[in-house]
């Protein structure tokens, strides 16, 4: 079974940088495709990131796209998620996750395996 570990969450001021590091256990990274969610305290669980098995493609939703990126290192089994200007409203618990699925997914029902999750806290 993969495991995931992120790290890299603390607390921050706005317009400030954050990267994000998920390790991801096992010898069949490459085989995944990976991406980020977040949830902030009362609400949903949000799409982020995703990034395909080869990091050829990559996806954002409007509220992070030109802010944060996505990439992997295959050889170092890790993901990141690179956090620049960050806004109060990026406060949250940052997850990595992993899929099977074929394409770009964003949305969470699609990943298959979870990280514990790492906090973000963006302060004004």
């Known amino acids: 079974q993969v495991q995931l570990v992120e790290s890299g969450g603390g607390l921050v001021q706005a317009g400030d940088s954050l990267r994000l590091s998920c390790a991801v256990s096992?010898?069949?990274?490459?085989?995944?495709?990976m991406g980020w969610f977040r949830q902030a305290p009362g609400k949903e669980r949000e799409f982020v990131a995703t990034?395909?098995?080869?990091?050829?493609?990559?996806y954002y939703p409007e509220s992070v796209k030109g802010r944060f990126t996505i990439s992997r290192d295959n050889a170092k089994n890790t993901v990141y998620l690179q956090m620049n200007s960050l806004k109060p409203d990026d406060t949250a618990v940052y997850y990595c996750?992993?899929?099977?699925?074929?394409?770009?997914?964003?949305?969470?029902?699609?990943?298959?395996?979870w990280g514990q999750g790492t906090q973000v806290t963006v302060s004004s």
């Open positions: 096992g010898r069949t990274f490459s085989s995944y495709a």
């Open positions: 996750a992993a899929t099977h699925t074929y394409g770009i997914p964003s949305t969470s029902s699609w990943y298959d395996y």
């Open positions: 990034i395909t098995r080869s990091g050829g493609d990559t």
